[in-house]
């Protein structure tokens, strides 16, 4: 998710003249903090709940309802954009974990730790809260639209984490032959969708596929590939991006509504991350000379460190606080109206000023847990556990919904996962670091900086 680097640490870069820092893309926070952004306002004109003269509560997404509204998520559906910058942090980690002589395990755990930690806390919380809500005599209808709501994120987490977890051996392929990677990830995305009337479950194969096939721009981008196309060619391949997925959806092949083809993913959203991935190089110098703004550097440096904990908490906050409101005597303006809209810029005010504590209470949790210099790495045994204990609960909201007791479930696997991941070790002596103390007198480096550091740092 949303990166930065911690100043004053030093990792190896190609240059000959040996150690140099290794500056984080400015440009890349930038465009993740928008994205960032834009998800949580966009979940706060959307989340409606409404309730019924027999009692019963239903939800309503108001902003997907609007007849406006396809043509506008074409444009800000951003994600594409979170998988594209994904793919060139990632595969920078990568590469400069490699360099220390780090393992894909290694990069599997830290990968795994960044984001179980922070996601085990807000599962824990939601499981305790909900049932304490059962209690104290709320609906348990009401509770399980709460539920689900609240539950919408996982998916993101568990093609996240996919995409992730394979970009060690994505990354082989890429330096192999990088065109031709894309191009069969595309089609496989395409052979999935062809197959997905026949049966559909197989369209959820997507979440890996497709979200990998978008994370490769990324990579694509932070090899340079796309630097080297012209503006013109960069525009062309925006236009064509764009008049394919026009064709696609003119014809009826898919649907027009970007958030009908998100969960499961299908072509279209390639499509829209070929288009985002061009845009991004196009207007990247542009971007660089906002991204360099004092006062907006700050500002993303400050949402970054706890940009994760921001994405997981922000909807289950909204949904309770929208739930608790049918409790109450509080105005509650009918979903669409002159009023529902004005009322919009307090809703979003109401989750911010939640947030604060949640950030306060559980924002350390982004901060990678580092060990002393005798700790030892986790046998892979212990990380591939830890990925499947993730993804069986993940997996299973994603294709059933989530209700109260898979929350209990996902809370519990969450919490064995980090225990099975531990701490991440540094380097002891007799590693590529001690070495580098032996031939030119510099301090070991681990994979990733020794003392207490943001989860959102690329290792």
Not at 201 to 227: E, I, S
Not at 306 to 324: D, I, K, Q
Request: aromatic fraction near 8%; hydrophobic fraction near 55%; proline fraction near 7%.
């Amino acid at each position: 998710m949303l990166g930065l680097h911690v100043s004053g640490v030093k990792e190896p870069g190609p240059a000959p003249q040996g150690e140099q820092a290794v500056r984080r893309d400015l440009v890349i926070d930038l465009v993740r903090f928008v994205c960032l952004a834009l998800v949580v306002v966009g979940h706060c004109m959307m989340v409606s709940p409404v309730l019924q003269g027999d009692g019963t509560v239903t939800s309503k997404n108001t902003l997907g309802d609007q007849p406006w509204f396809e043509p506008v998520i074409w444009i800000f559906m951003v994600m594409p954009l979170f998988f594209v910058t994904g793919g060139t942090t990632g595969l920078q980690s990568w590469q400069r974990l490699r360099a220390r002589g780090g393992t894909g395990v290694e990069f599997a755990q830290a990968r795994l730790l960044r984001l179980v930690r922070p996601a085990a806390a807000l599962l824990a919380v939601m499981f305790l809260g909900f049932w304490a809500a059962l209690l104290l005599g709320v609906d348990a209808q009401v509770v399980q639209l709460m539920t689900t709501g609240a539950g919408m994120p996982l998916w993101f987490l568990a093609a996240y984490l996919a995409a992730q977890l394979n970009i060690p051996l994505l990354a082989r392929f890429h330096e192999r032959a990088p065109w031709l990677t894309v191009s069969v990830l595309a089609a496989l995305v395409v052979a999935i969708d062809c197959f997905r009337g026949a049966l559909p479950m197989l369209a959820y194969a997507n979440l890996v596929f497709l979200w990998c096939a978008v994370q490769q721009l990324g990579f694509l981008m932070a090899d340079g590939h796309l630097a080297r196309l012209t503006r013109s060619g960069l525009v062309g391949l925006i236009l064509a991006a764009n008049l394919v997925l026009g064709l696609v959806t003119g014809l009826g092949l898919y649907s027009g509504n970007m958030l009908v083809n998100l969960n499961p993913p299908n072509l279209c959203l390639l499509l829209l991350g070929v288009s985002q991935a061009a845009a991004l190089q196009l207007f990247r110098p542009g971007l660089g000379w906002v991204s360099g703004v004092r006062w907006i550097r700050a500002v993303v440096m400050v949402a970054g460190r706890r940009s994760m904990t921001v994405y997981l908490w922000h909807l289950p906050l909204l949904a309770a606080m929208s739930g608790l409101l049918l409790l109450t005597d509080f105005p509650k303006p009918a979903a669409g109206t002159a009023e529902w809209w004005w009322a919009r810029p307090l809703v979003l005010l109401g989750v911010v000023a939640l947030l604060l504590p949640v950030l306060a209470a559980f924002g350390h949790l982004e901060e990678r847990p580092t060990a002393s210099v005798h700790t030892r790495g986790r046998p892979a045994a212990a990380v591939v556990t830890a990925a499947v204990v993730v993804f069986i609960p993940v997996a299973d909201a994603a294709l059933n919904g989530l209700t109260l007791g898979l929350l209990g479930g996902g809370a519990a696997c969450f919490v064995l996962a980090v225990l099975l991941l531990g701490r991440m070790p540094e380097r002891v002596p007799g590693d590529v670091g001690a070495e580098r103390v032996a031939h030119d007198g510099s301090q070991p480096e681990g994979p990733l900086p020794a003392g207490p550091s943001s989860a959102n740092v690329e290792p």
